[in-house]
Every structure is written in C-alpha cells, then in structure tokens.
C-alpha cells in the first residue's frame, strides 16, 4: 500500500522535475475547485496542498501561488456568471440543478439575504463557492458590481491560501 509519504515525495520530485506544470498547475486548480459544477467535486483541499508542496519545496514564492491563484479564482467566478447571466433560466430546470437543489438553495438564500456582498462570502464558503457567481448571474446583477465584488473576494480568498499555504509549508519545514 502507498502511504503519504511516498506519494508527497512522488508528486515533490515530478514537479520538481516540471517546474513550468507548477505556473499552470496552479491557476488551473484554482480554477477547476470554483467552476461551476466541477467545484462540487473537486475540494480547494487539493489546491492548498499542492500550493503548500510547492512552496516548501521552493518551486514557486507564496505571492507568486497567491497571485496565479487569484487569476484562476476570477476566471472561474466570471465563467460562472457570465454561464448563469445567459443560460440562467435554462439551467435551473435542468436535471443537473435539480439534484444538487440543496446547494442552489443555499447560494440564492446567501445572494438574496447579502446581495453583493454575498459574494465576498460565497467565495469563502468552499460548499456554495462554485454557484454564487452562477446564481448572482441568474439574478442579473450588474456586470460591474459583480467584477468589482468578485475581485475583493477573490483577493482576499487568494490571500487567505498564501496565510494557510505559508503557515503549514512553515511547519513542515521545522
């Protein structure tokens, strides 16, 4: 059987090996855990233990996996809007909304109790973070507000990974 260890020091000498993977490896997590649909699968757990290896292993700088991370985390969070601003309708009648209507719920409770605000929160909520911007898109929130909004959020969240990124490379580097 394959312990931790084994596949830590497995994924550290790959991208080691692959430097350039980690450029895009990042955004590209970032992305994938905050798109809609994929977001409900794929955890940010991933994205942080990948940012927290490439950090101890000096592979790339904590502002460096903040600031591609903050890339992916605005592409995902337009994608969504932008998705639920033209299909919107559409996509609340589909089988696929209908069984994840618990989530849905959950995120429209958030946009109509916060309003904009909502999405500075739903970006920290890993459960809603892929449907707030789909469900703020659904609701035609201005583009403006939603871009301003979103990129607070998304800042703060990107800078939320370099803390935890940073403060769990630290222990492990001890």
């Not at 955890?43 to 927290?52: E, K, N, P, Q």
């Not at 618990?102 to 890993?126: A, D, M, Q, W």
Request: charged fraction near 15%; include cysteine; proline fraction near 3%.
């Amino acid at each position: 059987m394959i312990g931790r260890n084994e596949i830590v020091e497995f994924f550290s000498n790959w991208i080691g090996n692959n430097r350039e993977i980690a450029w895009i490896a990042i955004p590209f997590l970032a992305f994938i855990e905050a798109c809609p649909g994929a977001g409900l699968f794929v955890s940010g757990a991933i994205l942080l233990a990948v940012s927290t290896i490439l950090y101890t292993q000096d592979i790339l700088s904590l502002p460096e996996i903040a600031t591609l991370a903050f890339f992916g985390a605005i592409l995902a969070d337009h994608f969504g809007y932008y998705l639920g601003l033209i299909f919107g309708p559409h996509l609340e009648k589909s089988k696929f909304a209908r069984s994840r209507e618990k989530n849905i719920k959950k995120s429209k409770e958030i946009v109509l109790k916060y309003g904009t605000f909502s999405i500075i929160i739903g970006r920290l909520i890993p459960a809603v973070r892929s449907l707030v911007p789909l469900t703020v898109g659904i609701s035609a929130l201005g583009k403006l507000k939603f871009s301003i909004s979103d990129f607070c959020a998304c800042f703060i969240w990107s800078c939320g990974l370099l803390l935890l990124s940073g403060g769990i490379g630290n222990v492990f580097l001890q």
